[in-house]
């Protein structure tokens, strides 16, 4: 008997523990991990300097249709769970979602005032378009509404208890 495939799309900004959330699921025999697959996209499109953009750039794929329709895709072999971290500072406003639709979505918070406080650690320079903020509400809206229901939202407080 076949298993159900699971495509997990948990949606998070910057210090918000998504990579320790990622590193949980990999630990799962049944789980395939996706690291910020559209990483390379908005570094292309947005030209920031961010570490190692040349890098990735070259080593990822670009085009956010090619990246969506992996998501969506078959499942990577060797798992029934599909688990991808994705950020919300990455969605651009070209980017139509409605190609996620096949998704489970869920999101990760974390109290504002404390990715701040980590964030400024890391970049001297922040707006609320880096931490995601406003993409994430706008996401998190779009798919509630569409989806006639409340996504799973998920604090890295209450995850780390």
């Not at 159900?4 to 990622?22: D, H, K, Y």
């Not at 994430?136 to 407080?157: C, H, M, N, S, Y």
Request: glycine share 4%; proline share 6%; charged share 25%.
């Amino acid at each position: 008997m076949t298993r159900p495939v699971a495509r997990i799309a948990m949606w998070s900004g910057p210090r918000n523990l998504s990579t320790a959330m990622m590193r949980s699921f990999e630990n799962r025999a049944d789980t395939i991990v996706w690291d910020e697959p559209f990483y390379a996209h908005y570094l292309a499109e947005t030209g920031l300097d961010h570490a190692m953009a040349d890098q990735i750039i070259a080593a990822y794929e670009t085009d956010w249709q090619k990246v969506a329709a992996r998501a969506t895709g078959p499942m990577p072999d060797g798992g029934t769970v599909f688990y991808q971290k994705h950020m919300t500072h990455h969605l651009l406003p070209h980017m139509n979602l409605e190609q996620l639709q096949g998704l489970r979505h869920a999101f990760l918070i974390r109290d504002p005032a404390r990715v701040l406080t980590s964030y400024v650690d890391k970049r001297a320079e922040v707006s609320l378009e880096d931490l995601g903020l406003p993409q994430q509400q706008r996401l998190f809206e779009t798919i509630q509404q569409r989806d006639g229901k409340t996504p799973p939202v998920l604090d890295a407080d209450d995850v780390l208890a």
